[in-house]
């Protein structure tokens, strides 16, 4: 593009380029029904799902994106459609300590800087995850949540010299008691 009218446009190849586009897409279920004849009626619905199973987002068409408003232009180019599910209990629990920047990894190193350990205990990582599925947030609400367990602990600890090691409860989850503390053995001086 262009700030000034006299710059020159610049060229981008676009062969090689994966585009991935995504968004919430809020209503487009409706449309999907509409168009397979399956409207939901009360609580339990009637008819269901073709196959009796399943997500209707995994039955979205070009057409459908198009009547959701789209433009034609736009859906031409994305030949691909493929819809997500909800992250469950066990994909949270995976985030937080699989990936190499996983954030129970990164609170372990931060607190290894201060030369202090740092445990989370299996069902405090359970907790968490199901404290990010009742607010229905998502992954992105794993940080908020640890944050909050955290903050006061860590402002609390380098001021402190005898702490080794601080350990995540499900009652630091849950309730807000304070995470546990270990702390090192009283160093005695040997009179000679």
């Not at 897409?25 to 619905?45: M, P, Q, T, Y």
């Not at 994305?78 to 190499?100: R, T």
């Amino acid at each position: 593009g262009r700030k000034h009218p006299q710059q020159e446009y610049i060229q981008i190849n676009t062969r090689n380029i994966l585009f991935i586009c995504g968004g919430a897409f809020d209503g487009i279920e409706k449309i999907v029904e509409g168009r397979i004849g399956k409207r939901r009626i009360g609580f339990a619905g009637e008819g269901g799902l073709p196959n009796g199973e399943g997500n209707i987002l995994q039955y979205v068409e070009p057409e459908d994106l198009q009547r959701f408003g789209l433009i034609p232009e736009l859906v031409g180019r994305l030949p691909v459609s493929v819809h997500l599910d909800n992250l469950d209990e066990e994909a949270l629990i995976l985030i937080l300590e699989q990936p190499k920047n996983a954030l129970v990894k990164q609170y372990k190193k931060m607190f290894e800087l201060e030369g202090i350990g740092l445990t989370f205990d299996r069902e405090a990582i359970r907790s968490i995850a199901r404290k990010t599925l009742d607010r229905g947030t998502g992954a992105r609400g794993l940080r908020s949540i640890i944050e909050n367990v955290m903050r006061d602990i860590m402002f609390e600890l380098p001021s402190r010299k005898d702490v080794r090691e601080v350990v995540v409860t499900p009652e630091s989850v849950e309730t807000g008691v304070p995470p546990l503390l270990v702390l090192r053995p009283e160093e005695r001086k040997l009179e000679a």
